[in-house]
């Protein structure tokens, strides 16, 4: 079955160090990839997506990441966090031949401590 | 420009209710697509409308079921309710079908089955 895996249940970082939340995908000829934040009490918000152009993708906020074919990963970084990023964060695939059906990992849960 | 709506916020009911969700998409969109985030998880797929027609299904019983308007706004209905269907519920539309398209997330319905 299709998957993605998110290597991360909780993050914490300090104010102003580096960001880098690990997902990996299983294998298909041509996936589509994102990711998405959910701050509490609010709706999901797209943050990137890759399809199949550059394989590094710049999103909003300074967040970034690369989709890595050989390492089936596609891993977000970034290099300063801020105490507003402090959120859940879900890798999001979607496989080639379906009709957009998004399967989601499990989340990782941010903190940004002062 | 309003995003995708959905209501109602909240809503309670008991074992064996029927409940109906309802979303109006993003405008310009015509595909409309239901997920159900249980606590602590991430999103799971239940099923997709495009030209009013269901044209894809995640893993949920036929208790789930949707409709899709000619205005392309959508409605969930759950019937026979379960205390384990409590979740946020949400809606996500995008222009067309696809995998390499963009869905953009409602706020969510969180019901709670007592």
């Known amino acids: 079955a299709q998957s993605v895996t998110q290597l991360d249940s909780h993050v914490s970082v300090s104010e102003g160090t580096p960001v880098l939340l690990r997902c990996n995908y299983s294998s298909s000829y041509s996936p589509s990839l994102f990711w998405y934040v959910q701050h509490p009490n609010k709706g999901l918000q797209l943050l990137l997506k890759?399809?199949?152009?550059?394989?590094l993708v710049k999103g909003i906020n300074g967040f970034e990441a690369e989709f890595k074919k050989s390492e089936t990963s596609f891993h977000l970084t970034k290099p300063s966090a801020h105490m507003s990023d402090a959120a859940e964060y879900f890798c999001v695939v979607s496989y080639g031949g379906s009709q957009g059906n998004l399967i989601f990992g499990k989340g990782t849960k941010l903190s940004v401590k002062p | 420009d309003a995003g995708v709506t959905q209501s109602p916020t909240h809503l309670i009911k008991t074992r064996g209710q029927q409940v109906t969700l309802r979303c109006s998409p993003k405008s310009g969109h015509d595909t409309v697509s239901w997920y159900q985030q249980a606590l602590g998880q991430g999103p799971q797929f239940i099923f997709q409308y495009y030209e009013e027609e269901e044209r894809q299904r995640g893993n949920f019983p036929d208790r789930f079921s949707g409709h899709q308007f000619p205005n392309y706004s959508s409605e969930l209905n759950v019937n026979a309710l379960l205390l384990g269907d409590s979740a946020l519920y949400l809606c996500?539309?995008?222009?067309?079908?696809?995998?390499?398209?963009?869905?953009?997330f409602g706020p969510g319905t969180r019901l709670l089955v007592l």
């Open positions: 890759y399809t199949s152009a550059a394989t």
């Open positions: 996500a539309s995008s222009p067309q079908p696809g995998h390499k398209e963009t869905q953009y």
